[in-house]
């Protein structure tokens, strides 16, 4: 098996965040997510200069953090729920947009980011194939990607198995070569339960 055989979205099937219960979980993810996006900010190298997407945004912690660095952002997620949160919790309203969308289809038009992100949710994505499709498509040349995700180990199981084992990490790393993007680079941040895959790239 090769490493873009791997499935990298193997949670596809989640029913998603949606009603009261989407609503919890945006609460409690407001401060789960505090952690991932710092360094997302940190890693992307976040400035006024940037027009960031965040896919997936649920409550907007990382679209908050990269306007707090000056950023334009356009935060997308497909529950109404989790936007519902995101727009409570944002008081910076006119830096940041928020969009109901998913990764396979999003509602930009092309080469308009320069910076596209995915925080712990790739492995949720329907079709992987077509969200990195159109992260390339909705980058402008020069523009960075980043992918992160929780390192889960090996056969892994429920809440522990939300993230990306080392093949699947590497596999997303070859999915986004394929796309086109170049300078695709895989590494680990933190260590223990905290420690993350990042896999990032450029828009030639």
């Known amino acids: 098996m090769t490493a873009p055989d791997i499935a990298v979205n193997h949670h596809a099937d989640h ?26 900010v940190d890693v992307a190298a976040v400035s006024e200069a940037d027009h960031v997407v ?6 907007g ?25 995101a727009r409570a919790f944002t ?6 947009t928020w969009l109901e969308g998913t990764a396979e289809s999003l509602p930009l038009p092309d080469g308009t980011a320069t910076v596209v992100w995915s925080l712990a949710t790739v492995h949720h994505w329907q079709d992987v194939d077509k969200g990195v499709a159109e992260i390339r498509r909705v980058l402008a040349p020069g523009g960075r ?16 198995s939300h993230g990306w084992t080392e093949a699947q990490a590497k596999a997303f790393a070859a999915l ?4 086109g993007l170049a300078d695709v680079r895989v590494s ?14 450029l828009r030639q």
Do not use: Q, Y
């Open 15 to 40: 029913p998603g965040f949606a009603g009261v219960t989407g609503t919890f979980f945006g609460l409690v993810m407001l401060i789960a997510g505090r952690r991932k996006a710092r360094l997302a």
């Open 54 to 59: 965040d896919i997936g945004c649920g409550p």
């Open 61 to 85: 912690t990382a679209a908050r953090e990269a306007a707090r660095r000056g950023a334009r952002v356009t935060g997308v997620d497909p529950s109404p729920a989790m936007l519902r949160v």
């Open 91 to 96: 008081r910076k309203k006119d830096s940041i």
């Open 145 to 160: 990607m980043l992918a992160i995700e929780r390192v889960s180990r090996p056969g892994a199981t429920g809440l522990a």
């Open 176 to 179: 986004c070569r394929n796309a």
């Open 188 to 201: 680990t941040h933190g260590s223990g339960r905290r420690a993350v895959w990042t896999v990032a790239g």
